[in-house]
């Protein structure tokens, strides 16, 4: 089946330096890929997708390129904010028939520190 | 900005008594998922909605859960008996307005406590 995984948390960085969150997935054929971003009390939020293979997803400063050939989708950020902590969670869609269900990863708790 | 809602936030319920959660899509969504968040795992999909008919219910447990769509609109999600492995976040998501891969737009959650 379908599955994402995606590095262990958590991970705290100071303010202005550079993340990396590693995901990578397993499925057949050409998934969707996501990343979904959830603030302390709040719901999931899409940060950022890729639909095809060397597609480049970009929002808010995050980029993720969906790479092929290494099943990867790593989120990346040049320079951090105290108010980019939150949790991170990798994601894939696959569709099956009318199904577009999204699998997640584990998650990985951000804290920035100033 | 127009938004799912969900009701409760937090419930606390003790051990084989029943419980219900709601869930208000953005309108004009046709497609309604409630997943379950363990802490400190990702989502999980229970059901999915196209409109009033559920799409994939394979990871419901049958035995406790029932989900409805009656009107193809708001949503009720019911545990009978709560067990305690059944505490975690339930959130809803709603997207459309057709079939299709389109994002995806989640609710707050009910965070459910079962003592």
């Known amino acids: 089946g379908n599955s994402v995984t995606q590095m262990e948390g958590p991970v705290t960085l100071s303010e202005e330096a550079f993340l990396t969150i590693n995901c990578t997935y397993t499925a057949t054929g050409y998934p969707s890929l996501f990343w979904y971003v959830q603030y302390p009390g709040e719901g999931l939020q899409l940060l950022l997708k890729?639909?095809?293979?060397?597609d480049k997803g970009s929002n808010k400063g995050f980029e993720a390129t969906y790479r092929k050939e290494t099943t990867s989708f790593h989120l990346e950020k040049g320079s951090v904010q105290v108010s980019d902590s939150a949790v991170y969670f990798c994601a894939l869609s696959k569709s099956g028939g009318s199904n577009y269900k999204l699998t997640f990863g584990k998650g990985t708790l951000l804290t920035v520190n100033p | 900005e127009a938004e799912v809602a969900q009701s409760p936030r937090y419930k606390i319920t003790e051990k084989s008594q029943a419980v219900a959660f709601w869930c208000d899509p953005i309108?004009?969504?046709?497609?309604l998922y409630w997943y379950r968040q363990i802490l400190g795992q990702g989502p999980e999909l229970l059901v999915q909605f196209q409109d009033e008919s559920v799409v994939d219910d394979s990871q419901l447990p049958k035995d406790r859960f029932s989900a409805e769509r009656l009107k193809g609109v708001d949503s009720t999600l019911k545990i009978q008996p709560a067990e305690l492995g059944d505490s975690a976040m339930y959130l809803c998501a709603s997207s459309g307005p057709g079939i299709g891969l389109y994002e995806q737009y989640f609710g707050p959650g009910t965070r459910l406590t079962v003592t």
């Open positions: 890729a639909t095809k293979a060397d």
């Open positions: 309108s004009g969504h046709a497609t």
